[in-house]
């Protein structure tokens, strides 16, 4: 006996008779079903199950046997799946191809093999504890098995292979054979004749696992039908062959090493593959994470400080984006979301790619700062927060947005992509929501916190260990469609004329993370948009963001479960420290500017509202990033005067706002385009031109570009036009002119933006990834409702002999002068009694109460179900049945 193999039986009695988790010693009795075992348990080992299962709690089952039930469903049993890690989903596959049930030391064999391996040794009785806890596992440790739904989806099968690549048994492959077929293969074998097919079986199953005796039988093998199981014996198993196969493949057929799958298709047995294996059910086995490692390191200031410039340049970012759309923004389509021409103008406004600004806008939407207005002819436009929004600080304002980000499912990577329907998905459209991501850009920067400070990690380590940790999130695992494929493999052989091809794909748990694996797009999203909104700085995770994500501003621990959040700090406290250590990081908002004799304007950083308002209307920017760059043209200059601002106001604004004297070129284009500024007047008749000049109305008839404009003259100093007066200013300006609106009373309007806003608009509820996780107070709660339906349900009563038999679970049915009869002793006796009762709901329950007063049609009693005193109308109450042992 090997080494490996003393230390694995020497296992066993160690693990047998061990405790769940709560300490309590299991039964002596082996349970024989899954409902027993969850009976054997203590509360913590049920308030584990829950936690780790809360789609069981809904509702709270009755008993033990139905959340037993409930938990062998396939729907439960498939997210319970896709909730393991790699190691413990590999645990589930080799039991799922070990015999039923499967000792410990036929588990650890099919995981080591015959070299061993004392990483899974070591592993591997964690691996099995949380399975167990889960209930995907059952038995004690001499008697492992997997619940029969799991059982199910990881056994091979002909139409799906096992993610190990292993075929079925050599007694499942035989089935249906016929005996005189099956002697034949045992002659070829060297085995000597047997008397009925279910000894010809045992007879070759027992020589594939004899390691002399089949490595004797492949001895005689040729090296072309040795080559032909090489092909097959990592999976998948199955090869095609035709009517007339290779002497290499009928070699193999004569002795069982490959048995008919169907017509035209043949299967390597499990025993024969694990023997070709050295007895391993995987190719390899990933019993501990890959680590996380370090791409770059900086100091932890130079992180927080690159962090901070990019957290007020997603500031800017958005404000700018909402002033945009601070007068209404596009139009929804009828569909929903934003038109991809509106998206490239919105682009092009922001001079960021459509990718950036779909994420920019996604982030507007998810914070509440943006919305439809729903008006007939719906638009998008900030919300009313947007202007709660403004009055925060710059920190508290980047808070609000990354907690949003944090939370939120909406998924701007997927914008142009397609949906099943093979539509385009806009942006700010419906189905951009996927559930997962909360928890993978939460699990993605918890990873880059194990990390010291400064220190940037290696994307492809995060997304290796992500895919470790849920190797099955974004597939499918059920309904049919097993996750994953391995290569196919065919079983012909270079000299053989066998034409083979591969079955069955077969699944592969361990596979890396592809282009089309969500849960790896989503974590290479996250790392793209949290260095964007400045939650890392250089790729490494910034102090402000640790205190975001309630984690120690020190390292984190690296073995932190999945989705787990360190501190137990409330999301609005832990917001508020992170804008807290944001606030000195962020530049300070300066109230001046530097004016340069080419009509521009540098303001050396970011500008105090007031100031940057003004100033966005009478300059255009020219160029962003740390020092921003206004210009100053006669159209940005009269567009300021449309807005109600005179020339000596402009120019007392720019000295006020200035730390250098205002040009005289800038001096000179403010006093020049004011000059010209409503000289001429344009009011609606359909519309018209007034000026007292009529030397320059007549200029204007005369000028062939406004032939459109359809001008005549109806007086020496107004023009007549057959357009409206907006298209009228338009069309003047772009000939040159300043015309200038007039009111009936001929006044001249000020033509200010007026603000658009939605209604009060709530941000969009992230769509939750099944049910959520239970506090202690709903666990506490449902166990002991769990126990307490179940005492009463398994609580052994005295049947009366006339009584008619009863299925189980059902009502007792008694009279209600014996019903009466049976509380009032009881009372008297103290004991308790089992009862069917009725709720004014009309839900059916049993309890078992011990009566302490029977008085005016009501039982007052200790309710051992609800474990407190309870009152009842005695008329609801069904029957009721004394019981064998005294429960009180």
């Known amino acids: 006996m090997g080494t490996g193999e003393r230390n694995r039986e020497a296992h066993?009695?160690?693990?047998?008779?061990?405790?769940?988790?709560?300490?309590?010693?299991?039964?002596?009795?082996?349970?024989?079903?899954?409902?027993?075992?969850?009976?054997?348990?203590?509360?913590?080992?049920?308030?584990?199950?829950?936690?780790?299962?809360?789609?069981?709690?809904?509702?709270?089952?009755?008993?033990?046997?139905?959340?037993?039930?409930?938990?062998?469903?396939?729907?439960?049993?498939?997210?319970?799946?896709?909730?393991?890690?790699?190691?413990?989903?590999?645990?589930?596959?080799?039991?799922?191809?070990?015999?039923?049930?499967?000792?410990?030391?036929?588990?650890?064999?099919?995981?080591?093999?015959?070299?061993?391996?004392?990483?899974?040794?070591?592993?591997?009785?964690?691996?099995?504890?949380?399975?167990?806890?889960?209930?995907?596992?059952?038995?004690?440790?001499?008697?492992?098995?997997?619940?029969?739904?799991?059982?199910?989806?990881?056994?091979?099968?002909?139409?799906?292979?096992?993610?190990?690549?292993?075929?079925?048994?050599?007694?499942?492959?035989?089935?249906?054979?016929?005996?005189?077929?099956?002697?034949?293969?045992?002659?070829?074998?060297?085995?000597?004749?047997?008397?009925?097919?279910?000894?010809?079986?045992?007879?070759l199953t027992e020589l594939f696992t004899d390691r002399a005796r089949m490595g004797a039988l492949l001895d005689t093998a040729a090296p072309d039908a040795l080559a032909v199981l090489d092909r097959l014996v990592w999976g998948p198993p199955y090869g095609e062959v035709t009517a007339d196969p290779a002497p290499p493949v009928r070699w193999l057929r004569d002795r069982g090493l490959l048995l008919p799958a169907s017509l035209r298709t043949l299967v390597l047995p499990r025993e024969a593959a694990l023997h070709l294996r050295g007895g391993r059910a995987h190719r390899s086995v990933e019993a501990v994470p890959p680590r996380v490692e370090v791409l770059r390191e900086y100091r932890p200031q130079v992180v927080d400080s690159a962090a901070a410039g990019q957290a007020h340049t997603a500031l800017a970012t958005v404000e700018e984006l909402l002033r945009e759309w601070n007068e209404g923004g596009p139009a929804v389509l009828r569909s929903g979301g934003l038109s991809v021409r509106d998206l490239k103008r919105t682009a092009a406004s922001l001079d960021v790619s459509e990718q950036l600004a779909s994420f920019w806008l996604e982030l507007c939407l998810g914070a509440g700062l943006l919305a439809s207005d729903g008006e007939a002819d719906e638009r998008y436009a900030p919300t009313p927060a947007y202007d709660d929004w403004l009055d925060l600080p710059p920190a508290e304002r980047w808070a609000r947005l990354a907690t949003a980000w944090l939370a939120g499912t909406r998924t701007a990577g997927l914008v142009g992509g397609m949906d099943s329907k093979g539509r385009?998905?806009?942006?700010?459209?419906?189905?951009?929501?996927?559930?997962?991501?909360?928890?993978?850009?939460?699990?993605?920067?918890?990873?880059?916190?194990?990390?010291?400070?400064?220190?940037?990690?290696?994307?492809?380590?995060?997304?290796?260990?992500?895919?470790?940790?849920?190797?099955?999130?974004?597939?499918?695992?059920?309904?049919?469609?097993?996750?994953?494929?391995?290569?196919?493999?065919?079983?012909?052989?270079?000299?053989?004329?066998?034409?083979?091809?591969?079955?069955?794909p077969a699944r592969s748990a361990v596979a890396s993370p592809s282009p089309t694996d969500l849960r790896s797009r989503l974590a290479v999203w996250t790392l793209n948009e949290a260095e964007l909104l400045?939650?890392?700085?250089?790729?490494?995770?910034?102090?402000?963001?640790?205190?975001?994500?309630?984690?120690?501003?020190?390292?984190?621990?690296?073995?932190?479960?999945?989705?787990?959040?360190?501190?137990?700090?409330?999301?609005?406290?832990?917001?508020?420290?992170?804008?807290?250590?944001?606030?000195?990081?962020?530049?300070?908002?300066?109230?001046?500017?530097?004016?340069?004799?080419?009509l521009t304007a540098v303001a050396p950083g970011p500008l105090r509202r007031p100031l940057a308002e003004t100033l966005s209307v009478l300059a255009d920017v020219e160029s962003k990033g740390?020092?921003?760059?206004?210009?100053?043209?006669?159209?940005?200059?009269?567009?300021?005067?449309?807005?109600?601002?005179?020339?000596?106001?402009?120019?007392?604004?720019?000295?006020?706002?200035?730390?250098?004297?205002?040009?005289?070129?800038?001096?000179?284009?403010?006093?020049?385009?004011?000059?010209?500024?409503?000289?001429?007047?344009?009011?609606?008749?359909?519309?018209?031109?007034?000026?007292?000049?009529?030397?320059?109305?007549?200029?204007?008839?005369?000028?062939?570009?406004?032939?459109?404009?359809?001008?005549?003259?109806?007086?020496?100093?107004?023009?007549?036009?057959?357009?409206?007066?907006?298209?009228?200013?338009?069309?003047?300006?772009?000939?040159?002119?300043?015309?200038?609106?007039?009111?009936?009373?001929?006044?001249?309007?000020?033509?200010?933006?007026?603000?658009?806003?939605?209604p009060p608009r709530s941000a969009p509820v992230p769509v939750p990834?099944?049910?959520?996780?239970?506090?202690?107070?709903?666990?506490?709660?449902?166990?002991?409702?769990?126990?307490?339906?179940?005492?009463?349900?398994?609580?052994?009563?005295?049947?009366?002999?006339?009584?008619?038999?009863?299925?189980?679970?059902?009502?007792?049915?008694?009279?209600?002068?014996?019903?009466?009869?049976?509380?009032?002793?009881?009372a008297m006796t103290g004991s308790a009694v089992w009862i069917g009762y009725v709720n004014a709901d009309g839900a059916a329950s049993q309890r078992v109460i011990a009566p302490v007063r029977v008085e005016g049609g009501f039982v007052t009693g200790y309710d051992h179900t609800a474990d407190e005193v309870r009152t009842y109308p005695l008329h609801r109450i069904t029957g009721v049945a004394e019981l064998v042992d005294d429960e009180s």
């Open 534 to 598: 400045g939650l890392t700085g250089r790729g490494a995770l910034s102090g402000p963001a640790r205190a975001l994500l309630n984690l120690p501003l020190a390292e984190a621990a690296p073995d932190r479960p999945v989705g787990e959040v360190g501190g137990g700090v409330e999301p609005s406290l832990a917001a508020s420290r992170a804008a807290t250590l944001l606030a000195p990081l962020l530049p300070e908002a300066v109230d001046h500017v530097l004016l340069q004799a080419d």
């Open 626 to 758: 740390g020092a921003t760059v206004y210009r100053f043209t006669p159209g940005s200059v009269r567009r300021a005067l449309d807005a109600g601002r005179s020339a000596s106001d402009l120019q007392e604004f720019l000295a006020a706002h200035s730390r250098t004297p205002v040009p005289q070129p800038l001096a000179y284009l403010i006093d020049d385009v004011a000059r010209k500024h409503g000289h001429l007047r344009i009011g609606a008749a359909s519309a018209y031109v007034r000026c007292d000049d009529d030397a320059l109305l007549g200029e204007i008839l005369a000028d062939k570009r406004s032939a459109s404009l359809r001008l005549r003259r109806l007086a020496p100093t107004v023009l007549a036009a057959q357009t409206d007066p907006a298209s009228l200013l338009d069309g003047l300006r772009a000939m040159g002119y300043a015309p200038a609106a007039e009111s009936a009373e001929g006044d001249v309007l000020i033509t200010r933006a007026d603000t658009v806003r939605t």
């Open 769 to 826: 990834d099944g049910p959520p996780a239970p506090d202690a107070t709903l666990l506490g709660a449902a166990v002991r409702a769990i126990r307490a339906g179940d005492l009463a349900s398994t609580a052994v009563r005295k049947e009366r002999p006339d009584a008619p038999p009863r299925s189980p679970g059902e009502l007792p049915r008694t009279s209600p002068a014996d019903t009466l009869a049976t509380v009032q002793a009881a």
């Open 424 to 504: 385009t998905l806009s942006a700010l459209g419906p189905d951009l929501d996927r559930s997962p991501a909360p928890e993978v850009r939460r699990r993605v920067l918890t990873l880059q916190a194990t990390l010291p400070p400064g220190a940037a990690a290696d994307p492809e380590t995060v997304l290796a260990r992500l895919s470790w940790e849920r190797p099955l999130r974004g597939t499918a695992a059920g309904g049919g469609t097993r996750t994953g494929t391995a290569a196919p493999t065919g079983t012909g052989t270079g000299t053989a004329t066998t034409s083979t091809t591969a079955g069955p």
């Open 12 to 203: 066993v009695p160690e693990r047998n008779g061990g405790t769940d988790g709560s300490g309590a010693t299991r039964a002596a009795t082996a349970p024989r079903t899954l409902a027993e075992a969850l009976r054997a348990r203590g509360d913590e080992g049920l308030a584990a199950l829950l936690r780790a299962r809360p789609d069981l709690l809904s509702p709270v089952p009755n008993d033990l046997t139905q959340l037993a039930t409930r938990a062998g469903t396939r729907a439960s049993v498939v997210r319970a799946l896709e909730r393991l890690d790699r190691f413990a989903l590999q645990t589930a596959e080799a039991l799922a191809v070990a015999p039923d049930p499967a000792p410990y030391p036929v588990l650890l064999a099919l995981l080591t093999g015959d070299d061993g391996d004392g990483a899974v040794e070591a592993a591997l009785p964690h691996a099995v504890e949380l399975l167990r806890e889960q209930a995907l596992l059952w038995g004690d440790d001499d008697r492992l098995r997997l619940v029969r739904t799991a059982r199910e989806l990881l056994a091979p099968s002909p139409q799906h292979p096992s993610p190990t690549g292993l075929g079925p048994s050599v007694a499942e492959a035989t089935a249906g054979m016929s005996p005189g077929r099956l002697q034949e293969i045992i002659a070829a074998a060297g085995l000597p004749p047997t008397h009925d097919p279910v000894s010809a079986v045992a007879s």
